[in-house]
């Protein structure tokens, strides 16, 4: 980082690392000489008297850098401000990044990279299912730790994994009770890019839709990741007239999914979507114009005003630009570093077991979506928002839920 760059940074990062101070998330007097690393790091990680490694994992190349990219930014913002603070137990981080190139084997290989050559203490990483479900064997073969940051369809629980994104039940199910009491929506087309998460996903919408909601599902369709031509499914959702579309489009192929649907006259003023893969980051390449009025289910949009969001905001936008923006995903990926920080402090450790058992019960009251809770589970308590979409890329929160405590596997939907 440039001189001029660092300045700016700790300028704009200093109020969230007060705040952060404030609460006990951090510590200034964990000096290094009071944890001896003999004692520390027992089980041979890459622990010195100096520094922690951590992996970052994340898809900087091919479809779903779209996506990735900032969570690789939020978890690098994150980082920097914890050494500017000392770091974790005295030893500032030093990352080792890894590109999963969008290819769900090379996560597999780069995680036993980082896990069994760099032995890196945890790793930031994943987006999809796909790169999830890949990677995962790996961390529990070699007792590694992941924390993963996207929303998912649940059904997973892992020793090895922090979900700080919500599970189905926080998202899925009471994003489609919103929209059927909103809309009054008695007809659903499901749409998806053609991979583990959006096919769980509709499963686990169709059931709630048919069982719970009483609706009907019109339509159901997958299109191949990566995918750029939907003038046939558009076709048949003209043909089927659904009160919602429900939409699980990931990565590149929203671009053309977006931009195609407003051109056949599909826009917020003739037709409803709600989709659940739709962040800023997303926007930023669709055009906010291609979907204006149409809505997401997230747990975090940029434009909330409490102190810690504008605080991070602000350090965001110093850090990457004032033209970056921060998605759901995003959001929880920064929680990442810090979660795992306060897991470390807690256990007075980075040995993996501990760091593990020391976790769940801990509060982040300053997460820049709201103040969370790390459960037994290892998902997060959190609440549902639904933003609507503005043609400036920035999306007005119209709903937001009480907290919801984390379910991955809710009886009925399995």
């Not at 826009?267 to 962040?279: D, E, G, P, W, Y």
């Not at 669709?286 to 204006?292: D, M």
């Not at 450790?349 to 300053?366: H, I, N």
């Amino acid at each position: 980082m440039s001189t001029f760059n660092r300045r700016s940074f700790m300028k704009a990062s200093g109020a969230l690392v007060g705040a952060l101070l404030a609460v006990g998330v951090i510590s200034t007097h964990a000096l290094a000489a009071d944890f001896p690393t003999a004692k520390v790091n027992t089980t041979g990680l890459a622990v010195t008297d100096t520094t922690v490694k951590v992996g970052i994992l994340h898809s900087a190349t091919g479809t779903m850098a779209i996506s990735e990219t900032g969570s690789i930014q939020a978890e690098k913002l994150a980082i920097e401000q914890i050494n500017a603070m000392g770091g974790i137990l005295g030893r500032k981080i030093e990352v080792i990044q890894e590109d999963g190139a969008s290819d769900w084997p090379t996560f597999a290989e780069k995680s036993k990279k980082l896990l069994v050559k760099d032995k890196v203490a945890a790793v930031m990483g994943c987006w999809t299912s796909a790169s999830r479900k890949a990677a995962l064997p790996v961390f529990e073969k070699e007792n590694g730790l992941l924390f993963y940051p996207t929303f998912y369809e649940g059904l997973e629980q892992s020793k090895n994994v922090f979900y700080t994104g919500q599970e189905a039940t926080q998202q899925i199910l009471a994003g489609l009770d919103w929209i059927a009491k909103e809309k009054k929506a008695k007809t659903f087309y499901l749409i998806g890019s053609d991979y583990i998460w959006p096919r769980t996903s509709m499963k686990i919408a169709r059931k709630h839709i048919e069982r719970n909601l009483k609706g009907t599902v019109v339509g159901e369709e997958y299109i191949a990741l990566g995918d750029t031509q939907f003038g046939s499914v558009i076709n048949k959702i003209k043909l089927k007239k659904p009160d919602v579309i429900y939409a699980a489009v990931v990565g590149g192929s929203n671009v053309a999914w977006f931009k195609q649907l407003n051109a056949a006259g599909l826009n917020s003023a003739k037709q409803t979507m709600l989709t659940i893969s739709v962040t800023e980051d997303e926007v930023l390449g669709i055009g906010g114009e291609n979907l204006a009025g149409f809505y997401s289910a997230m747990k975090y949009f940029q434009s909330q005003t409490n102190p810690e969001n504008v605080k991070f905001v602000e350090a965001f936008k110093k850090r990457w630009g004032k033209d970056a923006v921060i998605g759901d995903v995003t959001q929880a990926a920064y929680l990442g570093p810090w979660l795992y920080k306060a897991a470390v402090e807690r256990a007075g450790s980075f040995d993996v077991d501990k760091v593990q058992a020391a976790l769940p019960g801990y509060v982040f009251k300053d997460a820049p979506e709201g103040p969370v809770t790390v459960e037994a589970n290892h998902h997060l308590t959190t609440k549902l928002r639904v933003g609507k979409w503005r043609k400036d890329g920035q999306a007005d929160v119209v709903y937001t839920s009480d907290y919801i405590k984390p379910d991955p596997f809710p009886k009925g939907y399995q």
